[in-house]
């Protein structure tokens, strides 16, 4: 399959763009450019995946899709709006948990539903409240504290602080990266089942290409600049047109899912040799040792 372009793979009005954007951080002889040139267009109830190198921009391009941060160049869209600062319309998940330790589960929810919905009469937002709690699988759990949670849990904790926003965008940064597998098949199995359930946008950034293929109905590689001190940008995009619901053990016996997979790494890899070439990388020289004298210790570095 050949990959598309980012900008041919969306054809109907998007409901998040970004057009020419870049971003730089620092200024002068320490200005660092992370992103140029970045076009993507996302569909309403399109589940997009970001895949890329560690260090190539990823959570910056998280954080503009969310309004926290602004483009130095470029323009960041909403409904084809301008998009000038974070909103209830974007919920996040990033890749630390940042709950507040004192608060039990349920009340770490319970933020984000006040924060929406302070208006409604408290016994709605309670409701409200406690079906997000069990939307996550946590109702059992909802009087603990996180120091009494597993990091899987925490993160179902965070995802539900999320959803309790009824955002029509939910922008994840690797929110599964330090789970243990099991607990990391699990929780892929949930945010697919919700984001097809509540019709979710969804831009997932993640450095796992199975994972990718898994959720995504797009997959997006953000390519690194080809030697050190250049800018990331995106030039190709992968859709995965694997019905859904799509089950892990079976899609390793799907040949469309092992040619995305080969294709994808494939190219992956190319990325990275150029990366390299561009980048010679040189062992750093080893102190000259004098040999071991046995009973005498370790060998002795010659000054």
Same mark, same amino acid.
């Given at each position: ?44 109830? +399109?589940? =997009? *995946?970001? @895949? $890329?190198? /560690? ?8 954080? &503009?899709?969310? !309004? ?62 406690? +079906?997000? =709690? *069990?939307? @996550? $699988?946590? /109702? ?8 009494? &949670?597993?990091? !899987? ?151």
């Amino acid at each position: 399959m050949t990959p598309q372009l980012p900008e041919e793979a969306t054809k109907a009005a998007p409901l998040l763009e970004l057009r020419g954007v870049a971003k730089h951080y620092g200024s002068g002889a320490h200005r660092a450019p992370v992103l140029e040139g970045i076009s993507l267009a996302i569909g309403e109830g +399109e589940f =997009v *995946a970001v @895949v $890329g190198f /560690s260090g190539t921009g990823k959570t910056t391009l998280v954080n &503009l899709l969310a !309004g926290l941060s602004t483009p130095d160049a470029g323009e960041v869209l909403l409904r084809g709006e301008p998009m000038r600062e974070p909103g209830p319309d974007r919920g996040v998940v990033f890749q630390s948990y940042a709950l507040l330790p004192w608060l039990t589960v349920l009340e770490n929810v319970r933020l984000a539903v006040d924060a929406v919905a302070g208006e409604r009469h408290r016994g709605e937002r309670e409701l409200r409240t406690k +079906e997000i =709690v *069990a939307l @996550v $699988g946590l /109702s059992h759990a909802s009087d603990k504290h996180p120091r009494e &949670l597993s990091g !899987g849990m925490r993160q179902r904790v965070a995802l539900a602080r999320a959803l309790a926003q009824d955002p029509q965008i939910l922008l994840l940064d690797e929110p599964l990266g330090a789970l243990d597998a099991l607990t990391r098949a699990n929780l892929q199995r949930e945010l697919a089942a919700i984001a097809l359930r509540q019709r979710k946008t969804v831009v997932l950034v993640t450095n796992d290409i199975d994972e990718a293929l898994l959720l995504s109905d797009r997959v997006i590689p953000l390519e690194p600049g080809a030697a050190p001190g250049e800018p990331a940008r995106i030039r190709a995009s992968f859709p995965v047109a694997i019905p859904r619901p799509r089950d892990r053990a079976a899609l390793n016996h799907d040949i469309e899912f092992r040619k995305l997979r080969n294709e994808l790494t494939s190219h992956l890899l190319a990325l990275g040799a150029r990366r390299r070439a561009g980048r010679p990388i040189a062992p750093p020289p080893l102190p000259p040792l004098e040999p071991r004298v046995p009973g005498q210790g370790l060998p002795r570095v010659v000054r």
